[in-house]
Structure formats: structure tokens, C-alpha cells
């Protein structure tokens, strides 16, 4: 995601969002065109996880808050110059949407880096993972999605119980309320969409949680986020969760249908856990997995089964 991890990803409305926000595309389903979107997706996911791993590693130098406001002006920066977007011509309403989508990306990156500086990597995605697939479960409003649902909070109770040594409370709280955050990034990146064209909402928005995040991040950080070596690492975990996962996930949605790209999306925490083992050394037992396993079954479960 630009700088979102908002899209390391669990419903097929981060995909929708995710066409919205760049255009109309053209779908190719057949073939081996479905097969390289299928690969651009998962290539999205492990540039985007092991971005957050990397991020993590930088967290004694810059502090979790400082890392993310280097990450969201890098990001910033990098899209404001590609996109360009048009400031003039929106009413005041559409500056609302964007400002309240800024607000969501900064809160929601702020959150998240928080709980991966407490609980491991594959347990804090597979928490945040919640807010999009009970947005999903509420959107689809079928019976069904109950199922879905209930096989998720399995997942997330075994979870809670299994061998993460570092598994306290308060990184558990911060992943959920990222969870809450990324679902409202969802709709406000969908309404975004409508009201700016290409990427341009994306891009201002931000901007918006740039702004918002740095006064956080020099107060924690303050003059280690100037190092050279801290901003060389930014700039890597910028190009990691934002630059790269984003054009990947624009060039699969070319060829592949929301529904598959949002099935695979749901495999984010898989990846986290393998990103948290091989750059943090984040052990994983077999209950871990077990819980990630059922928290992915039942986003993929509800991605098939929603309306859109």
C-alpha cells in the first residue's frame, strides 16, 4: 500500500478500494495471465511484510512513532512526485473525505507499529486482519458470514492462549484498535475514490498523515530520524510497505478479479509470521499456526462468499 499497509489485506473491499482509487483497469482472468496476477499479489504481500519486519529492526534507533512518521513523509513525498494531484476545483466535502482518510492512515500505521514493538509480527497482522473481515461480515450480511466469523474469533482466542512469549496486552489492544482503523480506511479510501481521479485522493491523503504523524514522530525520535543510516533504512522500508507492494497490486488487479485478489490478500498473516521469523527471529510454535490458519480459512471464507 503507497504507505499503507493498508493493503497487506483480508476483504475483497480493500480490493475494490484498491481499483477505485487507481481508475478503471481492465480485468484478465484466463490463463497465465491469472497466474502472474496470482504471483504479482503474493510478491505485493512479502515485499509488504517484510517491509513492516525491517521496520521493526529500526525501532531501537527511531521509536515506533518515529518510524512511521519517516515512513508516511517518505511516502508522502514519493507519491505527492509520481501523482501530482490537482489541488483546486473539490468542494469542501471532498476535503473532509480526504483529511478523514489521512487521519485514518496515520492512526491506523501509529497503532500497528505500536503492537509490533510489543506482540510478534504474525500475531499483530492476524489481529488487525479482523477489522477488514468484520466489515466484510457486515457488509454481506448473510448467515453465512456468521460462520466466518465465529471460525475467526476460534482463531483469535487460540491465538490469545498460544505460545507468543510476548503476547501481552497492551500490543494486543493496539493491533485491534489498528484492525478498527483499517476498516474505516477501507470505506474512506472507497469514497476517496469517487470524488478524486487516479491515485490523486491517495496521494493527498498522505500527505495528511505525514503531517499529522511527524510532530508524534520527532517527539519520540527527535534528531535520530536525521542519521543517515536511520533515513537510508526509511527510505528501504518505504519502497518495501509502500512504493513496491502498491504497484504490484495495481499491475495484478489488471489481471485478476477482486474476489481472487482478495482470497490471496488473505494470506497477509502468513507472511508476517514467515517476515517476523526470518528478519526478527519471531519463533512460531504450531499453535500459533493453527490460529493464523483458522483466522486466514475464515477471511478467505468470507471473501468467496460476500456479495461484492
Do not use: H
Amino acid at each position: 500500500m503507497s504507505t499503507v499497509r493498508a493493503a497487506s489485506a483480508a476483504a475483497s473491499s480493500s480490493a475494490t478500494a484498491c481499483i477505485r482509487s487507481f481508475g478503471r483497469v481492465k480485468l484478465r482472468t484466463s490463463g497465465d495471465s491469472r497466474g502472474v496476477g496470482i504471483g504479482l499479489v503474493l510478491g505485493g504481500l512479502v515485499s509488504q511484510e517484510f517491509g513492516a519486519a525491517v521496520a521493526a529492526s529500526l525501532f531501537p534507533r527511531a521509536g515506533a512513532a518515529g518510524v512511521v512518521a519517516l515512513r508516511l513523509v517518505l511516502s508522502a513525498g514519493l507519491l505527492l512526485a509520481v501523482c501530482r494531484p490537482r489541488v483546486r476545483g473539490y468542494r469542501r466535502a471532498d476535503w473532509a473525505i480526504v483529511v478523514g482518510f489521512g487521519a485514518a492512515l496515520a492512526g491506523m500505521n501509529l497503532l500497528f507499529y505500536q503492537s509490533i514493538a510489543r506482540i510478534p509480527l504474525g500475531a499483530a497482522v492476524t489481529f488487525e486482519v479482523l477489522g477488514p473481515l468484520v466489515l466484510s461480515v457486515l457488509l454481506a450480511r448473510r448467515a453465512a458470514s456468521w460462520l466466518w466469523a465465529g471460525l475467526a474469533l476460534a482463531g483469535v482466542a487460540l491465538l490469545s492462549r498460544g505460545g507468543f512469549d510476548r503476547l501481552d496486552g497492551g500490543g494486543v489492544a493496539f493491533a485491534l484498535g489498528a484492525a478498527v482503523l483499517w476498516a474505516a480506511y477501507i470505506l474512506l479510501s472507497a469514497r476517496t475514490g469517487t470524488r478524486f481521479p487516479r491515485a490523486d485522493g491517495l496521494a493527498l491523503a498522505m500527505a495528511v498523515a505525514a503531517v499529522l504523524s511527524l510532530p508524534v514522530g520527532v517527539a519520540d525520535a527527535g534528531t535520530a530520524l536525521l542519521d543517515p543510516v536511520t533515513l537510508a533504512l526509511g527510505v528501504a522500508v518505504a519502497i518495501l510497505s509502500s512504493a513496491l507492494p502498491y504497484t504490484l497490486e495495481l499491475l495484478a488487479l489488471r489481471r485478476v478479479t477482486a474476489s481472487v485478489f482478495g482470497v490471496v490478500s488473505t494470506l497477509a498473516p502468513v507472511m508476517a509470521a514467515v517476515a517476523g521469523y526470518a528478519v526478527l527471529g519471531q519463533i512460531l510454535s504450531p499453535l500459533d499456526l493453527v490460529a493464523i490458519a483458522l483466522v486466514v480459512a475464515a477471511a478467505s471464507g468470507a471473501v468467496l462468499t460476500s456479495r461484492r
